[in-house]
Nanobody
Framework: QVHLVESGGGLVQPGGSLTLSCAAS????????MGWFRQAPGKEREFVAA????????YYADSVKGRFTISRDNAKNTVYLQMNSLKPEDTAVYYC????????????????????WGPGTQVTVSS
């Protein structure tokens, strides 16, 4: 069992920045690839970013590429999402998730591939 808890969400103006954190407890954190997803009201949950177990490979949705950066610190059992140049369309509840399957683009971009999820943190981009 892995428990995930996100933090760092809040209200930010367009063009601003936020850093989300996801703290993991339980089984070995480094055994899991990690992903960030988001869900806006009335929309399906969508993939944002993923990072491999070692942190050596990352992958991003086209909508956030160049603005968001995913990273992890296995010593601290934490994964991060640095979000820059935020837009109103980035407003959503952001979830982190842990995936025990092989790290492939198809796997890490698919929500049902993930084994564990955090409760989510709200990010609102508005002036």
């Amino acid at each position: 069992q892995v428990h995930l808890v996100e933090s760092g969400g809040g209200l930010v103006q367009p063009g601003g920045s936020l850093t989300l954190s996801c703290a993991a407890s339980g089984r070995t954190f480094s055994s899991y690839a990690m992903g960030w997803f988001r869900q806006a009201p009335g929309k399906e949950r969508e993939f944002v970013a993923a990072i491999s177990r070692s942190g050596g490979n990352t992958y991003y949705a086209d909508s956030v590429k160049g603005r968001f950066t995913i990273s992890r610190d296995n010593a601290k059992n934490t994964v991060y999402l640095q979000m820059n140049s935020l837009k109103p369309e980035d407003t959503a509840v952001y979830y982190c998730a842990a995936d025990s399957e092989a790290y492939t683009i198809v796997v890490v971009t698919t929500a049902r591939s993930y084994d564990y999820w955090g409760p989510g943190t709200q990010v609102t981009v508005s002036s």
